[in-house]
């Protein structure tokens, strides 16, 4: 558990801190969440922040929207979890309806469709930074390097390329990576 002087103070600090993630987040929300929650607020530890986002990863659901109950819920209980939650969706809610207006107007203008293709560049540079910035923890690890790069590896594969479910592959390669840490893991 992180130390206390590096929690939400309150429910309205959970709520307008989950707000301001979310209306940071369009389209790449990991890295913004992963500055914010750990090397800004230091409400997790970079630790605990991937093992939240792991466990928020494999939760049905969005990944931003799981890990906001989980702290919420960690700090303040069903009340925690549910500011946090309403600080995720509310403003951006308004926003995204208001954007969705917008785009239905100009949906036909060039302009617009190349603004959004830049978007969707923007969006994958930013996942992709958050990857290689998560990536010195793996440090730790109990699994070999070349252990880890053949799960991705394999993964890459079964999914990208062969087309297989997500939620097979998850639990299979996921599995097995759980199963080989647990048998690393000093007694």
């Not at 969707?120 to 070349?146: D, E, N, Q, T, Y």
């Not at 799960?151 to 097979?168: D, Q, R």
Request: with cysteine; hydrophobic share 55%.
């Amino acid at each position: 558990m992180t130390p206390s002087s590096h929690r939400p103070q309150s429910l309205s600090d959970l709520f307008f801190s989950f707000t301001w993630l979310a209306l940071q987040g369009f389209g790449g929300v990991l890295a913004v969440v992963q500055r914010e929650l750990v090397e800004r607020k230091r409400w997790l530890s970079q630790e605990e922040f991937i093992e939240d986002w792991a466990v928020a990863q494999i939760m049905p659901g969005p990944n931003v929207v799981n890990l906001s109950l989980m702290i919420g819920g960690r700090y303040f209980g069903l009340p925690g979890a549910l500011a946090a939650l309403a600080g995720l969706l509310a403003l951006p809610l308004v926003l995204v309806l208001g954007l969705a207006l917008l785009h239905d107007r100009y949906a036909d203008n060039p302009q617009v469709a190349g603004t959004l293709r830049g978007m969707a560049a923007v969006s994958a540079g930013l996942i992709g930074a958050a990857g290689l910035k998560l990536a010195a923890a793996l440090k730790r690890s109990p699994l070999p390097m070349s252990w880890r790069v053949a799960i991705a590896a394999l993964g890459f594969v079964l999914v990208a390329l062969l087309k297989c479910p997500l939620i097979y592959v998850l639990l299979g390669l996921g599995g097995l990576g759980c199963i080989l840490a647990w048998r690393r893991l000093p007694a």
